[in-house]
């Protein structure tokens, strides 16, 4: 599992997690406490951002899977709808299992991390 919080809430989680006997807890070097509210600041920077972008923003070739909703963005699709869950993808956790349970359902049988 991953988590994101505070640095005192992480601090507490390991120390909880390694007397319950984890058998590893490992805290990891980040920007930032991403896919939590903890970035809500810097929602409003990443929305105009992206609205700037939007015009030059083409519609994908191929299925985007969306990590905050698990929703496939198909081919030829409106790169509004990209933009509006990219900007919930900041602050909402990513649902990578249900992401790839849907794909599974959908045939996909390979996986390549880039």
């Known amino acids: 599992f991953s988590v994101g919080g505070t640095e005192v809430a992480i601090q507490a989680l390991k120390t ?9 807890v490992k805290i990891l070097k980040t920007g930032g406490a991403f896919h939590t509210c903890l970035m809500a600041p ?3 920077r990443l929305a105009a951002a992206l609205r700037e972008a939007l015009p030059r923003m083409r519609p994908p070739r191929v299925t985007v899977w969306m990590n ?7 081919p030829g ?6 933009v509006e869950l990219l900007q919930e ?9 249900p992401c790839v349970r849907a ?7 390979e996986f390549y991390e880039v």
Do not use: F, H, N
Not at 16 to 24: I, R
Not at 77 to 82: E, N, R, S, T, V
Not at 89 to 97: F, H
């Open 68 to 74: 905050a909703s698990c929703e496939p963005m198909r």
């Open 42 to 44: 810097a929602a409003d």
């Open 89 to 97: 993808q900041l602050t909402s956790p990513v649902l990578w299992e």
């Open 77 to 82: 699709c409106d790169p509004k709808a990209i």
């Open 16 to 24: 909880y997690a390694e007397a319950a006997g984890a058998l590893q």
């Open 103 to 109: 794909m599974v359902d959908e045939g996909i049988a």
